[in-house]
């Protein structure tokens, strides 16, 4: 009975040439690359290893699967046996992938969503480039598929539930989550996480609510909501929201703030205090548009990392909400000051500034970003705590 290792180097090697195997334009000179089997194999080296590889690759060469090229030290995979191959081996067959990425990229390109149509682009060059195809598998067209019911979703709701009712699994954007954002983040270089992207297209992480503390009287149906210090800290779900009425504020100044160990630690007096999440969702916009409708000289102000996404947060809450926030501790000062907790800047971090510099919305920015640049550095909030 063939030996373990026998059997895998088998399948390896098969596996390796089958791999090569882009498209069915490519149907000549599939060839073994790896100069080790090679080297083990043509100069017969004496090792366990040597003769397993030697005795795999020649059993399948008796069953005409490969073909041997002596004079070029060259070991070739039968074009002709691939149906076979895949079918004896369990492997999957390179024709019918490339049969199967057609008919997706036919089905997929009547969606109309910016990041699937640059994804088909990726492809159909990859393809005329005649470049590996094996990635654009299945799974891939999945996740595809997931990235358009997400960003088509209009509705606030839970990543379970919107998970359980689009994809019959309320795991299931949890165990898909680092696969899709590896797609998405080219696309969105702001976002921190798969979950910023989530709150992006209202979709949150738990049941809907937002998290404030300060000096303030609400009402929402018969309920009363009676905040008398600065301290406390509440949560408002979404049905009481969306009746909710400010009936008393005492307090100048309104602060949003981006991470949550910044909120639980930060204060100022006279002051309202809201947790952002990151991206401020709809509920957080719809309060702060209360907010500024019961008092418009009422001070507000966002505290955000100075990066990329800090600064991208900042212009996302004023284009939302309407209203005229000021960015708190995201300047030049206060960046030079703590830079000894900054951290490197990546490559597409540079070229998003870069970018900014050029945006008259990022205008109140453009010294920090200069000194950021000249630097390299970034810095998030928690380093100012």
Do not use: W
């Not at 008393?248 to 639980?264: A, D, S, W």
């Not at 309407?322 to 960046?335: G, L, T």
Request: glycine fraction near 2%.
């Amino acid at each position: 009975m063939p030996s373990e290792a026998y059997l895998k180097r088998q399948k390896d090697i098969l596996i390796s040439l089958l791999n090569e195997i882009n498209n069915v334009n490519q149907k000549n000179n599939i060839y073994l690359k790896d100069k080790k089997i090679l080297k083990f194999y043509f100069d017969y080296i004496l090792s366990n290893e040597g003769r397993v590889i030697r005795s795999a690759i020649n059993d399948l060469v008796e069953l005409n699967y490969l073909i041997l090229d002596i004079k070029k030290k060259k070991i070739l995979l039968n074009l002709d046996k691939i149906n076979e191959i895949c079918d004896k081996f369990n492997l999957e067959n390179p024709y019918q992938n490339y049969n199967k990425l057609l008919i997706n990229l036919e089905k997929f390109k009547k969606i109309n969503n910016k990041i699937i149509k640059s994804e088909l682009e990726n492809i159909n060059n990859i393809l005329i480039k005649n470049l590996s195809i094996n990635k654009f598998n299945d799974a891939y067209f999945k996740r595809l598929s997931m990235i358009n019911e997400i960003e088509n979703n209009r509705q606030r709701i839970s990543k379970r539930e919107f998970s359980a009712k689009h994809f019959n699994d309320s795991k299931c954007l949890e165990n898909n989550a680092s696969s899709l954002f590896s797609i998405i983040k080219k696309y969105y270089p702001e976002l921190n996480n798969f979950n910023d992207y989530l709150i992006k297209n209202n979709i949150y992480l738990n049941n809907i609510k937002i998290r404030f503390k300060g000096n303030i009287h609400l009402k929402s149906r018969d309920v009363n909501i009676d905040i008398n210090n600065d301290f406390d800290e509440i949560s408002i779900s979404l049905d009481l929201l969306e009746k909710l009425v400010i009936k008393r504020i005492n307090f100048k100044n309104v602060y949003t703030v981006e991470n949550l160990t910044t909120f639980n630690e930060f204060y100022k007096e006279d002051s309202l205090i809201i947790f952002s999440e990151g991206f401020a969702n709809r509920e957080i916009i719809l309060f702060l548009k209360k907010l500024y409708e019961f008092n418009k000289s009422l001070n507000f102000y966002h505290f955000g990392d100075i990066d990329v996404g800090g600064f991208n947060i900042f212009i996302d809450l004023i284009e939302k909400s309407k209203v005229p926030f000021n960015p708190y501790n995201m300047n030049k000062e206060i960046f030079l000051k703590n830079i000894s907790y900054a951290k490197e800047l990546t490559e597409n971090d540079i070229n998003k500034l870069n970018i900014y510099l050029k945006n008259p919305c990022y205008e109140q920015f453009y010294e920090v970003i200069k000194v950021m640049i000249k630097t390299n550095k970034k810095l998030e909030q928690e380093a100012l705590m």
